[in-house]
Each structure stands twice: as C-alpha cells, then as structure tokens.
C-alpha cells in the first residue's frame, strides 16, 4: 500500500519575509547578550584596566609629554573604540558556535536569503557593540572628558559606525572558520595588532615610515582619530598641545577632515558587509 505524500509548501520570499528574517536573528543576538550578564561584565574588564590601572600607573611618567593632560584623558577616545572593537569580535564569534552545534546548517536551510542571516548578525553585533560603548561613554566625567551633548552624539555615532565594521569583519573571518578554538587564536593575531596599530596609545605623528603606514592602513584609526579630535575639541588645551597630541591623520601632507574618515569608515562596513555575504554564500 502506497501512502500518500503530503505536499510541503515553502513560503516564497518577499521584502516582508527578508526584513522578518533580519529581525529575527538580530534579536537572538540581543537576547543571547543580556540574558549573559557575565559575559557583559568581563567584555568591559580589559578597558576599564587600561583606562584607569594602566592609565593612573603611567600618569606621572607622561605628564611632561602631554602638555599636563592626564594620561587617562588622552586614552579615552582609545578606550571607547577598545570596548566597540573587543565587544563585535566577540559577537562575530557567534558564527562559529553555531557551526559547532547545527544551528548554523538549520539557518541555511530558511526559505531567506543568506544575505538577510549576514546583514541581521551584524546588526545584532553591532547593537550589542555600541551598547558596550555606551557604557564607556558614560564614565567621561572621571577622566575629565565634559558631557557636552554635541561631543556624546558625534562619539557615540562614530562607536556606532565602527560596531558595524568590525563586527562584518568579524563575520567575514569567522564563517570559514570551523573551530572555536581556531577563530580565538586568529582574533588574538589581529585584534591586539589592530588596536596598538591605530594610534589608541600614541599620537599618529612623526611615526617611523612603517608605523606610519601600518596607521594608515588601519581601519581603526579612522574610529580613533575622529573621536580623539571632537574629545579634544572640547578641552580646555593650548593650540600647540592639541596640535601635538591629536594632530589628525594626513594622506601625503593632505589633512583628513573628520567627514572623509567617517565615510571611509562606512564604505569599508559596507565592503566587509558584501564580503561577508559572499562568504556566507558559500558557508556549508
């Protein structure tokens, strides 16, 4: 006796049906954060060390260098890009988590298009990366950064921005990677070349040849230096000190405004964004 087949019907795909789908795993991500409250605290140990141990430590070794700025106030804009940068890394990793127990083969299998998995993820990395960096924002007054609500919007729009980048990179890395284990060692290889690199610790100028262009090359540098220039903006510093200390990137002698940075900043998201997709694309 031959039973009958039942028809299986798949939806087809509409811009209801992709938006819903971005929705959907943005929101596991979100989830999967505030229902971790360990893991919010250790995302924001490593910056509070640097800002404040790290910080006061080498205070009164750096006070003639920095015009008697505290050092804590000059790591600021760095430490606000440290907590963004830390933070999507490890939303990103949550690619390869997925790969190790099945979920990420059950998603491939969804009626939606690979480039709605990819686009809610960063999203979802990104919300949880800014919120970090909200965090950070909120600890200025300590370090003699002013709460002035031009200078918190423009930081908090630029963290916003970097969240999105790094996290795309982050997926773009960590769909081909198949092991937990794998993706740690290569996110140690880069993010701490990338953090050092990008000027979070030093002024970028009269660099040697080779840190000058590893800086430029950086794509934190142009997160870092933006923000250092709209927190100094708003000390109360000496033209030649402020000079000194956030002289601004150059490309060939030609100062980069801070609108050039930002939008070199967006065209990279978007490029890692379609690399991630592609990436995704051919996940298995």
């Known amino acids: 006796m031959t039973l009958p087949v039942t028809a299986v019907r798949v939806p ?4 209801m049906s992709e938006l819903r789908a971005v929705k959907v795993v943005w929101q596991r991500e979100i989830i999967r954060f505030f229902t971790g409250p360990l893991r919010i605290l250790t995302s924001l140990v490593q910056p509070f060390l640097f800002l404040f141990v790290l910080g006061t430590g080498l205070s009164q070794l750096t006070s003639g260098g920095t015009g008697g700025l505290g050092l804590r106030t000059f790591l600021y804009p760095g430490i606000l890009a440290m907590a963004v940068l830390f933070s999507a890394m490890s939303s990103a990793a949550s690619i390869v988590w997925d790969r190790e127990f099945g979920f990420l083969r059950e998603m491939l299998v969804a009626p939606v298009s690979r ?7 960063c999203l979802g990395g990104a919300t949880v990366a800014a919120f970090q960096g909200l965090v950070v924002i909120c600890i200025a007054g300590p370090v003699g950064v002013p709460y002035a609500p031009g200078l918190m919007l423009g930081v908090f729009g630029i963290q916003v921005l970097l969240a999105f980048t790094i996290t795309a990179f982050g997926v773009a890395m960590s769909v081909r990677v198949r092991q937990m284990q794998s993706f740690m060692a ?4 880069l993010i701490m070349p990338l953090y050092f690199m990008s000027g979070a610790m030093f002024p970028a100028s009269n660099l040697p040849a080779w840190l000058t262009a590893l800086n430029r090359i950086d794509p934190l540098s142009y997160a870092v230096d933006p923000i250092r220039r709209l927190v100094f903006a708003h000390l109360n510093l000496t033209p030649a000190v402020r000079a000194r200390l956030a002289p601004g990137l150059t490309w060939g002698g030609w100062h980069v405004p801070i609108p050039v940075e930002v939008a070199v900043l967006a065209v990279l998201g978007l490029a890692l964004l379609a690399t991630a997709i592609a990436q995704f694309g051919r996940a298995d």
């Open 186 to 189: 290569l996110n140690q290889l």
């Open 115 to 121: 480039g709605a998995i990819v686009l809610g993820k």
């Open 12 to 15: 087809g795909r509409s811009a």
